[in-house]
Nanobody, 121 residues
Framework: QLQASGGGLVQAGGSLRLSCAVSGRTVSSDTMAWFRQAPGKEREFVAAISWRILYADSVKGRFVISRDNAKNSVYLQMNSLKPEDTARYYC???????????????????WGQGTQVTVSS
């Protein structure tokens, strides 16, 4: 089970920190990621962390993904938020596999319920 928290309403230029706690499995060998979905749009990749870190171009330089394996958790620090960042943010995790496409939603087996982020202009 994945429990995401930290979403909310923030003004443009502000910051939020999302957290995702995983229970029922050990994530030390997992690729952990954040995706987001705006109304009427497909779920899109935001960031992933395994032995490497990847970001979507739209958040590069503003968002920072991190993890704490001892706490079975993944985090997303979001800075310089823009109205176009408004979406429901989902954490996901899956056992890292050679050749996996970490940007692909279908690669992830376990998902949280999401947390809403709203950025006002």
């Amino acid at each position: 089970q994945l429990q995401a928290s930290g979403g909310g309403l923030v003004q443009a230029g502000g910051s939020l920190r999302l957290s995702c706690a995983v229970s029922g499995r050990t994530v030390s060998s997992d690729t952990m990621a954040w995706f987001r979905q705006a109304p009427g749009k497909e779920r899109e990749f935001v960031a992933a962390i395994s032995w490497r870190i990847l970001y979507a171009d739209s958040v590069k330089g503003r968002f920072v993904i991190s993890r704490d394996n001892a706490k079975n958790s993944v985090y997303l620090q979001m800075n310089s938020l823009k109205p176009e960042d408004t979406a429901r943010y989902y954490c996901a995790t899956t056992l890292t596999a050679q050749g996996m496409d970490v940007l692909n939603v279908y690669e992830y087996r376990y998902w949280g319920q999401g947390t809403q982020v709203t950025v006002s202009s």
